[in-house]
């Protein structure tokens, strides 16, 4: 993380703070809430395995590289429990997310336009939610139109003991690119960064 920000960022503390709060605002959460669990594994992959991937295997970073390796990092955080519950697993997240996540914050903006123009006058509002409209139909479109490639998604059940076995390499994977990170340290501070370009925290 040095290497991105010039200051150490401690991750698992960025982590854990959010999810030591909701759990104990709602307990459930941790054992019956799969969306809860889906969106910290998810940050798990981006915050924690994303860096090491980038600094063992990207020489120089650039915005189509971080998302493919964020959306691969989620993935594998993810794909463990997503096959155990719904025996589903998608193959082109990562190369969709390339095109789609770029176009989320321009939604967003227009999507909060919409919303405070409707506030002050809904005929207004009305015609400013047009863009936001057209948008997000886009980004719902290209999203039906991956899921229509061959072998877009994988059937495949994976039983209790198997997510275990799953996340276990996960972990390995986690901890070899660490000490991969600790034996190589000025092959990390050599890499080019530019921060236009870094999106991983």
Do not use: C
């Amino acid at each position: 993380m040095i290497a991105y920000y010039g200051y150490a960022v401690r991750p698992l503390v960025i982590i854990a703070i959010p999810a030591a709060i909701t759990v104990a605002w709602k307990p459930d959460y941790l054992i019956r809430d799969i969306s809860w669990q889906l969106s910290f594994l998810a940050f798990l992959g981006v915050l924690v395995l994303a860096p090491l991937m980038v600094e063992r295997w990207v020489r120089r970073p650039n915005t189509i590289k971080l998302l493919v390796i964020e959306s691969t990092a989620a993935q594998v955080t993810t794909a463990p429990l997503i096959l155990g519950l719904f025996a589903n697993l998608s193959l082109i997240s990562p190369l969709s997310n390339v095109v789609i996540l770029p176009l989320v914050p321009l939604a967003m903006l227009l999507s909060f336009a919409t919303g405070v123009t409707a506030m002050a006058s809904p005929l207004i509002g009305a015609w400013v939610a047009l863009p936001a409209t057209g948008l997000l139909g886009l980004m719902v479109g290209l999203s039906q139109w991956f899921a229509t490639w061959p072998y877009a998604n994988v059937n495949f059940q994976v039983s209790t003991s198997g997510v275990l076995v799953l996340y276990a390499l996960v972990v390995v994977l986690t901890f070899s690119l660490y000490r991969w990170r600790a034996r190589h340290p000025e092959a990390v501070s050599a890499q080019e960064y530019s921060p236009m370009d870094v999106k991983l925290g």
